[in-house]
């Protein structure tokens, strides 16, 4: 039997990805287990109407990435119906978000047809056998996780509370919003997973319930159509590869560009070496973390054919240039003892509200994401790719370890895994120390620049920079989820304590177990 670690959001999630182990399957199909859980689990984080990447490298071949992420809709749309079906909403989260939510904001979602895709060309188990974890749970309920509830008590009004179908399934009677550890039961949501699990992937695209989403959007002024649907397909892409001393990273290429941010930070940490954490590195990575995003802002942001912006940045990062300005989410991570490591993030974006009725299937609001397209939308077509933060990366060691590490986190997502990757590559930290440190992300908070950090970072006043300290570990910094297979076979994964995830290794004797139930 291989054997399989897996670090996911939830202890549930992880758990289904070992017990596909123990049914004879590889990372891969650990992977798509414990990301279907988390789909269908994670409420408000993510959603079955979402869309992904996912980055596999198996041992002694090329790495791949398949591009599963959200298009551009409209193909049956009439002019000027961009924007339409739509509201700006507020929530207090991480200090303050704006975003867009209904109707109008659900892009053509593709994570189905990517994880068909890797189960089809890379996994050893039936895809019903995939699909059942997440079905099962559906079917007697399952526990609400505390990310989860700590996402929805921020946004259950504000996203989820105009949508009646949407309200009904996370609030009790009497108004209140459901709770950490109270059991969930999603109206139709079983019956949709039985469909995927007996007719393919396919179904969420031309069977019935593709058929029942498109009009659901449709009857209430959406862009997405029965046409949008049929006509997506999963891309499988090169990967972007740097060096980072004895390790080859492979993570996510154009047109998303989270995977050149990321690429851009780890090689720029380098020149000079970031070999600690005093304040002097605290004020590199503000350096360097400025030089990328400022980068990314002026010139990939908005930008449909971005490969040759994405290479210049890149190539400005490995000869050290810090000047380099132009004239919500789940992670899952898995290897196996054969060396094949699976990296997969997905997202749902902040959600549209949209809960299809008796689907128990919730949409996306990627056509909604403000910090994603400042510039507007104006300039896409129906069948462009939407621009993506996520960067699920695969690493190898010259000696033959593999790490697979992602993160969930919006535009945090880059910051957190480079900070975790130069822990672990460069400090020499435990994987699990790498994890733990503590985190700085700099972003524009209430129009001004802002350094946010988390309090066990202390830095003096910076001069033009706004300090926002966060308490403790935050989910706002991420949730970074590693799994690695050592140069001697040892298995291990790490959750990040900011999102309460959890890890299984298999055999199961090595594995933190859960409240999973059995799967036959």
């Known amino acids: 039997m291989v054997r399989v670690a897996i670090a996911a959001g939830s202890q549930i999630a992880a758990d289904a990805g070992a017990a596909m182990a123990t049914q004879g399957g590889n990372a891969v199909d650990a992977a798509l287990a414990a990301a279907l859980v988390s789909m269908s689990t994670d409420l408000g984080v993510m959603a079955l109407g979402a869309s992904g990447f996912i980055t596999l490298w198996p041992a002694g071949s090329a790495p791949v990435v398949i591009d ?28 303050g978000i704006r975003n867009i ?20 060309q890379y996994g050893q188990l039936p895809w019903a056998t995939v699909v059942e974890p997440a079905l099962t749970w559906a079917s007697r309920g399952f526990p609400l996780t505390g990310g989860a509830a700590e996402y929805l008590a921020h946004t259950h009004e504000a996203i989820f509370g105009w949508h009646p179908s949407s309200y009904a399934a996370l ?79 492979a993570t996510n290429p154009p047109p998303a ?29 503000i350096t360097i973390q400025q030089a ?3 980068y990314r802002s002026q010139c990939l942001d908005g930008v449909i054919d971005n ?16 000047s380099l300005q132009s004239p919500s989410t789940i992670h899952i991570s898995t290897v196996d003892s054969e060396g094949l490591a699976c990296s997969i993030s997905a997202s749902a974006g902040y959600g549209s509200g949209v809960l299809v009725p008796d689907t128990g299937i919730w949409l996306n609001n990627s056509l909604g994401e403000v910090d994603l397209h400042p510039q507007g939308l104006q300039e896409l077509s129906p069948g462009d790719r ?24 919006a535009s945090r997502i880059t910051t957190a895994i480079a900070q975790v990757l130069s822990n672990y590559i460069h400090l020499h930290m435990s994987l699990e ?6 985190r700085i992300h700099i972003e524009q908070f209430e129009g001004v620049p802002a350094i946010a950090l988390e309090n066990r970072l202390r830095i003096e006043a910076v001069q033009g920079w706004k300090l926002r300290y966060f308490p403790g570990h935050s989910m706002y910094f991420g949730g970074v989820q590693a799994a690695q297979m050592q140069v001697n076979g040892k298995l291990n994964a790490v959750a990040d304590p900011r999102r309460t995830g959890g890890i299984a290794v298999t055999p199961a004797e090595n594995s933190r177990s859960g409240d999973a139930p059995r799967m036959t």
Not at 388 to 395: D, F, G, H
């Open 101 to 120: 939510v209904g109707h109008g904001t659900v892009a053509t979602p593709g994570i189905f047809k990517g994880l068909g895709m890797a189960s089809e």
């Open 386 to 409: 939407l621009s993506s933060n996520m960067a699920p990366t695969v690493a190898r060691h010259d000696d033959g370890t593999v790490l697979a590490i992602g993160s969930p986190g």
């Open 433 to 438: 120390e790498a994890i733990d440190h503590p």
């Open 292 to 294: 990328v995003l400022d």
């Open 307 to 322: 490969a040759a912006e994405v290479q210049r940045l890149l190539d400005l990062a490995r000869q050290g240039h810090l």
């Open 68 to 95: 599963a992420y959200a298009e551009m809709p409209g193909r049956e749309a009439r002019p000027g119906s961009l924007g339409q079906s739509s509201t700006e909403v507020w929530f207090n989260y991480g200090g």
């Open 257 to 285: 560009i989270g995977g050149a941010c990321l690429g851009a930070m780890l090689l720029l940490r380098d020149r000079p070496p970031i070999l600690s954490w005093d304040t002097g590195a605290i004020q590199a990575w």
């Open 171 to 249: 609030h009790h009677p009497d108004g209140r919003c459901l709770q950490a550890g109270e059991t969930v039961h999603i109206p139709g949501l079983a019956r949709s997973l039985q469909e995927i699990a007996v007719q393919g992937a396919s179904t969420m695209y031309t069977g019935d319930l593709g058929q029942r989403i498109a009009a659901e959007i449709q009857a209430h002024g959406g862009l997405l159509s029965a046409t949008d649907l049929a006509a997506y397909e999963a891309i499988a892409r090169s990967p972007i590869t740097i060096r980072c001393g004895p390790w080859r990273i």
